[in-house]
C-alpha cells in the first residue's frame, strides 16, 4: 500500500536559518507528490507539487524534487521567516487509490 | 477562491449522542473528503464521495457514517461518540479529475470534544 513518512517534529529555526523537512514514501507505480501547509487555525492549503520523477515543485520560496531513486520528496527553503511558522504535510497521490495519503506532519516554529 | 465551510469549530458533546458534523462547498466540486487530524497521525481518510448519494470507505469508517443528498453538501455523522473520536475533523473537496492534480481545498476544521 501507500505510506509517507515525514520526520517528527517539532522543529525549531531562528529566522533566516535555511530548512529541510524530509520525507520519503513508498508507493507502487508513478504517484505524484505534494507538500501542504496548515498555518494556524486553518484548513491545509497546497503548498507545491510535483507529478514526475526530477521534477520541482517550488512556492513562496519552498522547493522540492522528486527523487525516484530515494523515493524522497524533501521541503527545503534557504531563509524562512516567523510567518512560516506551520504544520506542513507531505502526500502522495497515486491514480490506483484515487485518493491522497498523508504523513504525520512536521510542527515548524520560526523565532525571531 | 474556492470556499470550504464547516458549520462548527468547535464541539463539546457527551459519550453516546448522535454528532453531526456539516460541510459545505462552493464550486461545484464532484469530490468531497472527511478527515480526521490528530498528533502524530497525520490525516487519515474517513469517507469520500465521488458523487451525490455516492460514498466509499476511507481508512478509518468504523464509527461513522456520511450523506451526501447534494452536490454541495457532505454531512459526517457519528452514530454514537465515544471519547476517541474526540479529534480534529477536515473536509475537504476536490474536482473530479483531481486525480491529476491532487488539489484538496480544506475547510478549517471541527474540534470536537467527547466527554
Known amino acids: 500500500g501507500n505510506s509517507v513518512t515525514q520526520m517528527e517534529g517539532p522543529v525549531t529555526l531562528s529566522e533566516e536559518a535555511f530548512l529541510t523537512i524530509n520525507c520519503t514514501y513508498t508507493a507502487t507505480g508513478y504517484p505524484s507528490l505534494f507538500w501542504y501547509v496548515q498555518y494556524p487555525g486553518e484548513g491545509l492549503q497546497l503548498l507545491l507539487k510535483a507529478t514526475k520523477a526530477d521534477d520541482k515543485g517550488s512556492n513562496k520560496g519552498f522547493e522540492a524534487t522528486y527523487r525516484k531513486e530515494t523515493t524522497s520528496f524533501h521541503l527545503e527553503k534557504g531563509s524562512v521567516q516567523v510567518s512560516d511558522s506551520a504544520v506542513y504535510f507531505c502526500?502522495?497521490?497515486?491514480?490506483?487509490?484515487?485518493?491522497?495519503?498523508f504523513g504525520g506532519g512536521t510542527r515548524l516554529m520560526v523565532k525571531p | 477562491d474556492v470556499k470550504v465551510t464547516q458549520s462548527s469549530r468547535y464541539l463539546v458533546k457527551r459519550t453516546g449522542e448522535k454528532v453531526f458534523l456539516e460541510c459545505v462547498q462552493d464550486m461545484d466540486h464532484e469530490n468531497m473528503f472527511w478527515y480526521r487530524q490528530d498528533p502524530g497521525l497525520g490525516l487519515r481518510l474517513i469517507y469520500f464521495s465521488y458523487d451525490v448519494k455516492m460514498k466509499e470507505k476511507g481508512d478509518i469508517p468504523e464509527g461513522y457514517s456520511v450523506s451526501r443528498e447534494k452536490k454541495e453538501r457532505f454531512s459526517l455523522i457519528l452514530e454514537s461518540a465515544s471519547t476517541n473520536q474526540t479529534s480534529m475533523y477536515l473536509c475537504?473537496?476536490?474536482?473530479?479529475?483531481?486525480?491529476?492534480?491532487?488539489?484538496?481545498?480544506f475547510g478549517e476544521g471541527s474540534r470536537l470534544t467527547v466527554l
Open positions: 475537504a473537496s476536490s474536482l473530479r479529475l483531481a486525480g491529476r492534480t491532487g488539489e484538496l481545498f
Open positions: 502526500a502522495l497521490f497515486n491514480n490506483a487509490g484515487n485518493m491522497l495519503t
